[in-house]
Structure formats: C-alpha cells, structure tokens
C-alpha cells in the first residue's frame, strides 16, 4: 500500500510539473477593454508608449530664458540627504519650471487673472486620442502649423501633433531665442470647434516665442473671450518617437498633483486593437 502511495504521489508530482511548465510557456493576454463615451475599446497595458521628457538635474529640454533644473541633496543640523556622502538616505530638494523645463500640461489658468488649477480641469485620465504628424510650412520668416494640416481630423477627444523634422534633439534643445514653430490661431479654432479637449505638442509653446503677449492660440483654444473652456488643456513639450504610427491611440493623461496653472505630466499612448 505504502508503495502504490508512493507511485501516485511520484504521478502527481509529474503532472504538476507539466502544468507549471506549461503556465510558463503560455502567452498571457493582457488585452483590456475601456469604455469611453458609450464605446468600448480594446488596448494591450502591457505595451505603454511614453511620450513624455523627464525633468532632469542641469540637463534635459529648456525653454524661455531661464536655467535648467537643479536636483540638489538636503543638508541641514548635520544630516546629509546623501547615502554615497554618508547619509543614511537621499533626499533631494528639486528646483525647475513645469513651462520650461520636460513635458507638461497647463490649463486656462495659465493666462486668466483668477486662479485655476491644472488638477482641477482633469477629471478622467482616458481619452480617444489622435496622432498627427506635420510638417510646419514657411511664411514671413517663420514655421506655422495651419488648420489645413488637419483635413482628416477624427472624432476624437485629443490631439497629438508631432512635427517634422523629428529628431533626437528634441529631448535636449534648448528652444530660448529659436523661433520654434506655432501653431496659427485658426487651426486652434478649429480644434475647439470640432471638440478638442486636450491638445498635446512637441513644442514649448502653441504660440509664437515673441508675440508681445498675443497669445492668440492659447485664448482661441480655451475660448478666452468667449465660453471660457476650464476642462480644456494644452500639453507642451511631448516627444513622440518616429517608429509611432499616426492614427488613432488611447491617451492616458497623468498630471502631478501640484495646485498650479500647469504640471509635470506624462502622456502614454495606447495602440487600440481592431
């Protein structure tokens, strides 16, 4: 009897054996269903693409006349937020500006009197989202995007714009004093009117760099003089790698919880399955 217990335990050990082996051989599927505006999506989590640049100490993306970041250790009353100069943590106070300095996301605030908080014009963090690659054409000196680069605009909640040429420098040019591209203001009107919500470029600015505080694409969009639109926002400096199809994506907006006109933020896309 003793025996046959043996060979039957010996039996389930083997068939163990083979499941486990088989667990570990087997694709997991890490498809996942979202639901937004009365539409069901499919998208794989498990394959994020970041379009974010990282806010980092003297280096990285700058923007509008000031220093790049400083990430510095704390000292004080003899502690060292330092573990390589002794201490027993880090700890590292970090100085930069959500505007100048990796991507953000900013809100109507960034040019109202009142205050308006980023964080409170975010109430969800999915959205349908477009990708739109352009390639600024020339007129009076400088390099605009027109509402005619958006002829084949979807329903959509969100705009991505990735402008030509689409080089690696993105993730470290200093655009202060360069006359980056902008976009004109109809083509913000447009966005408005077809119900653009959140509009995400790789640029410091929708604007012109020098407009003697126009700003005529950032009040067209948000509806300056009119309706003004607090749940809309403008996402600058994004960087979207080029092996990124255009087409269609789920957006996953995350914004730092700071109580400010604009954040660090980090944009992922997700490709949506058929």
């Known amino acids: ?13 083997l068939i163990g ?22 539409e069901s999506y499919t998208v794989d989590l ?34 060292v ?3 390589k100069l002794g201490g027993s943590t880090n700890f590292n106070d970090i100085f930069f500006n959500p505007h100048s300095h990796g991507t953000h996301t900013e809100c109507i605030g960034h ?17 349908t989202a477009q990708l739109i690659t352009v390639d600024p054409q020339e007129r009076d000196g400088d390099r605009v995007i027109t509402a005619a680069m958006f002829d ?3 329903d959509v909640e969100a705009l991505i714009i990735r402008t030509l040429p689409n080089t690696d420098e993105k993730k470290s040019k ?11 203001e109809e083509a913000m009107v447009r966005f408005r009117e077809s119900g653009i919500k959140h509009v995400l470029i790789d640029l410091p600015s929708v604007d012109k760099e020098r407009d003697n505080g126009a700003l005529l694409a950032h009040k067209a969009f948000w509806d300056f003089n009119g309706r003004q639109r607090l749940n809309a926002t403008i996402t600058e400096l994004i960087y979207v ?22 954040a660090p933020s980090r944009p992922i896309l997700y490709g949506i399955k058929s």
């Open 241 to 262: 790698p080029t092996g990124v199809v255009d087409g269609t994506y789920i957006l996953d907006l995350q914004v730092a919880p700071i109580e400010n006109d604009a």
């Open 1 to 13: 009897m003793r025996k046959h217990l043996s060979i039957l335990g010996l039996a389930i050990a």
């Open 111 to 127: 040019i109202t009197e009142e205050f308006h908080s980023v964080n409170d014009a975010l109430k969800k963090s999915f959205f």
């Open 17 to 38: 054996c083979q499941n486990s082996t088989e667990k570990e051989i087997t694709p997991m599927v890490s498809n996942s269903t979202i639901a937004l505006n009365d």
């Open 81 to 83: 937020g330092n573990v």
């Open 152 to 154: 084949n605009l979807k």
């Open 174 to 184: 200093n655009y202060s004093n360069t006359n980056p591209p902008y976009l004109l």
């Open 46 to 79: 498990s394959q994020p693409i970041d379009i974010s640049l990282v806010v980092q100490n003297n280096a990285g993306v700058g923007a509008w006349y000031i220093d790049q970041p400083k990430i510095t250790h704390v000292e004080v009353d003899g502690y």
